[in-house]
């Protein structure tokens, strides 16, 4: 079984580093956090879980304790992840609005072609 003990321990190492992102997050306060360092990580606990699944199905063993442990830990990610995206997005200032469509007197920015809402011609 030594696959297995391989697996179960490269899942605590996520577990841990998942408990050290949050930590960083945290430390951070409202800074903003590396998006890209928890896609990383989220790929990388996503690969693993595909290969855990693999080789429980090829080998015909079930170890569903497992493969949750590997879902919970990837769902703890993306939830990081969602709340960095969510304080990015409302870091980004608002074009600002300098005309409005005559068809339909939807905003729309100073270097709009065709209004977004009705597709009319603003130029
Ligand atoms: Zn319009």
Same mark, same amino acid.
């Given at each position: ?13 996520? &577990?841990? +580093? ?9 430390? =951070?306060?409202? /800074?903003?956090?590396? *998006? %890209? ?7 990388? &606990?996503? +690969? ?9 199905? =090829?080998?015909? /063993?079930?170890?569903? *304790? %497992? ?7 990837? &769902? ?14 409302? /870091? ?32």
């Amino acid at each position: 079984m030594k696959f297995f003990e391989d697996l179960m321990e490269s899942s605590a190492k996520v &577990a841990d +580093k998942v408990a050290k992102v949050t930590g960083e997050y945290i430390d =951070k306060g409202k /800074e903003k956090i590396n *998006e %890209l360092s928890l896609e990383n990580e989220l790929g990388k &606990a996503q +690969k693993q879980l595909g290969a855990l699944v693999y080789a429980l199905h =090829k080998s015909g /063993e079930e170890n569903d *304790e %497992l493969v949750k442990q590997y879902i919970e830990d990837i &769902a703890k990610i993306e939830a990081q992840l969602e709340e960095a995206r969510k304080e990015d997005a409302e /870091e980004t200032v608002t074009p600002e609005v300098v005309k409005f469509c005559s068809k339909c007197g939807r905003e729309a920015g100073a270097d709009d072609a065709f209004c977004k809402n009705c597709g009319n011609n603003l130029k």
